[in-house]
C-alpha cells in the first residue's frame, strides 16, 4: 500500500493501490506485489478506528469492483497471500519477520476489500469476482480453482498451524477476523443459510476434516488471554532496491501509511489506547467466530460439525475412553477453561460460551458441577444479573438460564449454602459482612424478579427466575436474615399487586355493566391470571422449603411468623387452598408455642423459640407435595434466536470491525 501516506484521506492518492484497482492486469511475477505489501501500520482494535478505515477503503474498493472482472486483481492478491501461507510455519520458525509481516499485509488488504465486496454483492457475484483470473488483454477467465474455498481452507491452517508468538499475534488476529468476514454474508442476506457457497464450504468442503482442530485452537485462543505485544514499528530504507526493511519493536507508533489513525497527530496516543480498551483482541475475536461457528444451522441431511465438536470434547485428565471414539472429538484441558470462562464473564460472549457448554456438553458441565470452588463461576452471573439495568437482554437471559441449568443439580444447591461469602462490595442494598454463596444467590433473583415485575414486566424472565428459586428451594439451609426477609417481601409485593388488579377488574366489571364495552375486563382477567399464577409459585417454593429443611431454616420462621397477616387472605382463594393448609399449620404451631413462652419476647428469645419447635414439629402432619424440579429447554428452531444474537454481538463487539448498519437484514438496529 506505500509507505509514504500518513493520513486515512490520503489512501486514493496512493500509486500503488491506484495500479491495484486499476484497469490493467497485474502479473503474479510483478515485482509490484512486494512493493504493495511492504507497508507499516498498526491494526486497528477499536471501532472509531476500523470506522474510519472503512470509509477510506469503500470508494476505492468499489472501483476494484468495476475492474477486477477485466483484470483478475483481486484474485491475483489471493493467491499471492496462498503462496506466502505456505512457507508461514517454517518463517515462524526461523524467526523471519519479515516474511511473516508482508503475509499480515497481504491478509489485511484482502480482509479490507472483502468486507466492502460482501456488502456490496451477492455470494455468486462474489464467487465470480475470485474467479477471474488474466487470460488476454481485456479478457479473463473463469478457472477450475475454487479460490474462495482455498482461502478459507488456508486460513483455518493457519489458524491451526502457525504458533501464537508475538511475531505472529498480528496474523493469527487477521485470519480469524477474515474468516468472520466471509461468515458475515449473514447480516446481509440473512436468508442465506444452507444455499450459501460459504456455508457449503465451511461445513461440507475441505474444512469438514478440519473441525475439530479448529474448534480446539479457537478456544485455547480464549483460555489463553495473550494481550496483544507492543506495536510493531517498520522502517523503510529508501536507498535500497524495491525499498529495504529495517524491522524492530517499539513502545510507539508504527511510522507510514497507517499513522492515519493519529490523524496526522504526532503520538501514537492513540494505538496505546486501543491496546488498552481490547488488550485481548486475539482471544475476543477467536470467540466470536467460535460463537459463530457454533451457531450454523444444522444442514437438511447433517449436522453442524462445529457444534458436535464443542458438544463432545472431553477433558484431558480424561482416560476413559479415547476422544477418536466420537466424530469431531477431542481433548482439552478443562481447568484453564473453567479459570477462563470465571474471569471472562462481564462479555456477552463469555457468558455466551458458558451457557453452550453447561446446556450442550456433558463432559464440562459435569466437570463444573464437580469444583470445589463454583463461587468463582456464580459470583460474576449474580453480578451479571445484579446490574440488570446496566446489561442488555440477552446477557440477562443467559445469565440467568446458566443460573438455572446449575440449580437443576441437587448437589449444587446444598453444596452454594455451604460456601461461606465476606463482605460482597458490589451488593450495595445492604452490607453484607457474611453470607452463603446460596442465600446470595436467592437475594440476586429476587431482585431480578421485582426488577422486572417494575420495568420490563417480562413473563420469560419471571418463569426463569421462580424455576430456579423451585429447584434450590428443598435444599434451602440457613437462610441468612435478609434472605429469608426478602422472600417474604416478594411474598407481600405479589400480595398487594395482586389485590390491586383484583380492584381495577371489580371496577371495570362494574363499569362495564349495561354497555357493549367488555374489552378492558379480558385485559384484568389476563393480569389477574398471571399474578396468582406467581403467588401460587411462591408460596410452593416457600412450602418446600418448610417441608423438606424446617429445622436448618428458623429464619425464614420467623419471617414468616412476623408476616403471617400476609397469608390470611389467600386461605380460603381456590387456587391457593391446598397448598396454604401446610402454611396455615407451620404458622398456628410456632404461633402457639411463642404464646406459651409468654409475651415482650426479645428476637433472640422467639428465634430460640422456634428453634425448639422446629425439632418437635410431626413431620406427618405437613401434607406431601411433589418436588419441584424444574429443567431447562431450548425452544423450538434455537437458531431464529441464537444466530442474530451471536451477530449481534459481532456487530457491536467485535474487535476491528465496522459495519454500517445500512443494509443489516439479520437484525433491527433497535435490537442489536
Not at 1 to 26: H, K, P, W
Not at 69 to 97: H, M, V, W, Y
Not at 289 to 297: E, F, I, K, M, S
Amino acid at each position: 500500500m506505500g509507505a509514504n501516506t500518513s493520513l486515512v484521506t490520503d489512501l486514493s492518492d496512493n500509486q500503488s493501490l491506484r495500479t491495484l484497482i486499476g484497469t490493467e492486469s497485474i502479473s503474479e511475477n510483478d515485482p509490484f506485489w512486494n512493493q504493495l505489501i511492504s507497508f507499516t501500520f498498526i491494526s486497528p482494535t477499536s471501532s472509531g478506528n476500523s470506522k474510519l478505515l472503512e470509509e477510506a477503503v469503500l470508494p476505492l474498493a468499489k472501483i476494484l469492483i468495476e475492474n477486477n472482472p477485466r483484470t483478475g486483481n483481486l484474485g491475483a492478491l489471493i493467491r499471492i497471500f496462498l503462496g506466502r501461507t505456505k512457507e508461514l510455519k517454517i518463517s515462524t520458525e526461523c524467526q523471519d519477520q519479515l516474511f511473516i509481516w508482508q503475509a499480515h499485509n497481504a491478509l489485511f488488504m484482502i480482509r479490507c476489500l472483502l468486507k466492502v465486496f460482501i456488502r456490496e454483492m451477492c455470494e455468486v457475484d462474489l464467487h465470480f469476482q475470485l474467479s477471474c483470473r488474466e487470460r488476454a488483454p481485456g479478457t479473463c477467465d473463469t478457472g477450475r480453482e475454487d479460490l474462495l474455498e482455498e482461502l478459507m481452507c488456508n486460513l483455518v491452517h493457519l489458524i491451526m498451524e502457525v504458533p501464537l508468538l508475538d511475531i505472529t499475534y498480528s496474523i493469527l488476529f487477521e485470519a480469524v477476523t477474515t474468516l468472520l468476514v466471509l461468515l458475515s454474508y449473514q447480516l446481509f442476506h440473512k436468508d442465506i443459510i444452507r444455499d450459501s457457497l460459504i456455508y457449503q464450504h465451511i461445513m461440507k468442503g475441505k474444512c469438514l476434516e478440519l473441525t475439530s482442530r479448529l474448534v480446539k485452537t479457537l478456544l485455547y485462543n480464549f483460555i489463553r488471554q495473550e494481550k496483544c505485544p507492543p506495536p510493531a514499528t517498520y522502517i523503510f530504507d529508501n536507498q535500497s532496491d524495491g525499498g529495504g526493511l529495517l524491522y524492530g519493536l517499539a513502545s510507539g507508533v508504527a511510522t507510514g501509511l497507517w499513522n492515519v489513525f493519529t490523524l496526522g497527530g504526532a503520538t501514537g496516543g492513540k494505538a496505546v489506547l486501543d491496546q488498552e480498551q481490547n488488550p485481548l483482541p486475539l482471544s475476543n475475536q477467536s470467540l466470536m467466530l467460535l460463537l459463530v461457528l457454533a451457531n450454523l444451522t444444522d444442514g437438511p441431511d447433517w449436522p453442524n460439525p462445529y457444534r458436535q465438536a464443542v458438544t463432545c470434547f472431553r477433558n484431558t485428565q480424561d482416560t476413559s475412553s479415547p476422544a477418536s471414539e466420537q466424530l469431531h472429538s477431542f481433548q482439552i484441558n478443562f481447568n484453564s477453561l473453567y479459570t477462563a470462562l470465571c474471569e471472562q464473564q462481564r462479555s456477552d460472549q463469555a457468558t455466551l460460551l458458558l451457557y453452550t457448554l453447561l446446556h450442550q456438553n456433558t463432559n464440562m458441565r459435569t466437570y463444573m458441577l464437580s469444583r470445589t470452588d463454583m463461587e468463582n463461576l456464580v459470583m460474576p452471573i449474580l453480578e451479571i444479573l445484579y446490574h440488570v439495568e446496566e446489561r442488555n437482554s440477552h446477557h440477562v437471559y443467559m445469565a440467568l438460564i446458566i443460573l438455572l441449568i446449575l440449580t437443576e443439580d441437587d448437589t449444587f444447591n446444598r453444596s452454594i449454602h455451604e460456601v461461606v461469602l465476606k463482605n460482597i462490595t458490589w451488593y450495595t442494598e445492604r452490607t453484607l459482612t457474611e453470607i452463603s454463596l446460596g442465600s446470595l444467590l436467592i437475594l440476586v433473583v429476587i431482585r431480578t424478579i421485582q426488577f422486572n415485575m417494575t420495568r420490563t414486566r417480562d413473563k420469560y424472565l419471571h418463569t426463569n427466575c421462580l424455576a430456579a428459586l423451585a429447584n434450590m428451594s428443598a435444599q434451602f439451609r440457613c437462610l441468612h436474615q435478609y434472605a429469608a426477609q426478602r422472600i417474604i417481601s416478594l411474598f407481600a409485593l405479589l400480595s398487594k399487586k395482586h389485590n390491586k388488579v383484583l380492584e381495577q377488574a371489580t371496577q371495570s366489571l362494574r363499569g362495564t355493566r349495561g354497555s357493549d364495552d367488555s374489552d378492558a375486563l379480558p385485559d384484568y382477567a389476563q393480569d389477574l391470571n398471571v399474578i396468582e399464577e406467581v403467588i401460587r409459585m411462591m408460596l410452593e417454593i416457600i412450602n418446600s422449603c418448610l417441608s423438606n429443611s424446617l429445622h436448618h431454616n428458623p429464619n425464614l420462621v420467623y419471617a414468616l411468623l412476623y408476616k403471617r397477616e400476609l397469608f390470611e387472605q389467600f386461605r380460603m382463594h381456590p387456587s391457593f387452598q391446598d397448598i396454604m393448609q401446610n402454611l396455615d399449620m407451620v404458622i398456628g404451631f410456632f404461633s402457639q408455642r411463642l404464646e406459651q413462652a409468654g409475651t415482650d419476647l426479645s428476637v433472640e428469645r422467639v428465634q430460640e423459640v422456634i428453634m425448639k419447635g422446629a425439632q418437635a414439629l410431626p413431620k406427618d402432619r405437613l401434607k406431601k407435595f411433589p418436588d419441584l424440579k424444574f429443567k431447562y429447554v431450548e425452544e423450538d428452531q434455537p437458531e431464529d434466536f441464537f444466530i442474530p444474537y451471536v451477530w449481534s454481538l459481532v456487530f457491536n463487539s467485535g474487535v476491528g470491525l465496522h459495519w454500517h448498519p445500512q443494509g443489516i437484514e439479520l437484525f433491527s438496529m433497535d435490537s442489536s
